[in-house]
């Protein structure tokens, strides 16, 4: 079975920075499509970035492009999503998500996820 657990929320100013991140279980993260969705109050659960299993490929939402970035280590089975220039739209609860494939974690299809961490831009 594939554990997730986040970290590294909190709340910040507009503009600010923060660094969140997913540590793997015992089994190895490299065979996994790994990203980060997000939950807004009353929204819908929304794609945000994806890597991988090699980390060469990544894709990113329209809406943080540019500013944040996914990245992945596979020897500490650990994936990270740095966020700059972070703006009010931006505050949700933040999950990471690992899948077999680039298509089923976009569509939320046999997907494991972490609990999540919560995100707080102010304005």
């Known amino acids: 079975q594939v554990q997730l657990a986040e970290s590294g929320g909190g709340l910040v100013q507009a503009g600010g920075s923060l660094r969140l991140s997913c540590a793997a279980s015992?089994?190895?993260?490299?065979?996994?499509?790994m990203g980060w969705f997000r939950q807004a109050p009353g929204k819908e659960r929304d794609f945000v970035a994806a890597?991988?299993?090699?980390?060469?490929?990544?894709y990113y939402a329209d809406s943080v492009k540019g500013r944040f970035t996914i990245s992945r280590d596979n020897a500490k089975r650990t994936v990270t999503l740095q966020m700059n220039s972070l703006e009010p739209e931006d505050t949700a609860v933040y999950y990471c998500?690992?899948?077999?494939?680039?298509?089923?974690?976009?569509?939320?299809?046999?997907?494991?996820w972490g609990q999540g961490t919560q995100v707080t831009v102010s304005s």
């Open positions: 998500a690992a899948s077999y494939s680039v298509g089923a974690l976009r569509g939320m299809r046999n997907t494991y």
């Open positions: 890597i991988i299993g090699s980390g060469s490929i990544t």
């Open positions: 015992q089994l190895s993260s490299a065979n996994y499509v």
